[in-house]
């Protein structure tokens, strides 16, 4: 499957931004999707996911609360939406999908195919 992230940007601290992971080439509801993050110097970072059906979704402390993953899968694109963003928040995001039998993947390992990212900047 390919995915093509869109919706970055720059914002404000406080503001919003939703970001979407457009799928192809194979049957999106296959796969679970993540959303990772990589900020400049550090390490790739788990955001959260959604299982295949969208039932089930779980995130990084860090986020909890203030993003929410959902997906749509008749228009094959998941979507990140981020309130309350901090200055903290400022890094490339990627979307992520995996057919691993993990019931909740979190690792980067468990998932096989990767956007190209798209960056968002929170300015203070």
């Known amino acids: 499957v390919q995915l093509v992230e869109s919706g970055g940007g720059l914002v404000q601290a406080g503001g919003s931004l939703r970001l979407s992971c457009a799928a192809s080439?194979?049957?999106?509801?296959?796969?679970?999707i993540g959303w990772f993050r990589q900020a400049p110097g550090k390490e790739r970072e788990f955001i959260g996911a959604?299982?295949?059906?969208?039932?089930?979704?779980y995130y990084a402390d860090s986020v909890k609360g203030r993003f929410t993953i959902s997906r749509d899968n008749a228009e094959n694109t998941a979507y990140l939406q981020t309130n309350s963003l901090k200055p903290e928040d400022t890094a490339v995001y990627y979307c992520a999908a995996g057919r691993t039998l993990i019931l909740t993947p979190r690792r980067a390992s468990d998932f096989g195919s990767w956007g190209q990212g798209t960056q968002v900047t929170v300015s203070s």
């Open positions: 959604i299982t295949r059906s969208g039932g089930n979704t």
């Open positions: 080439g194979d049957t999106f509801s296959r796969y679970a």
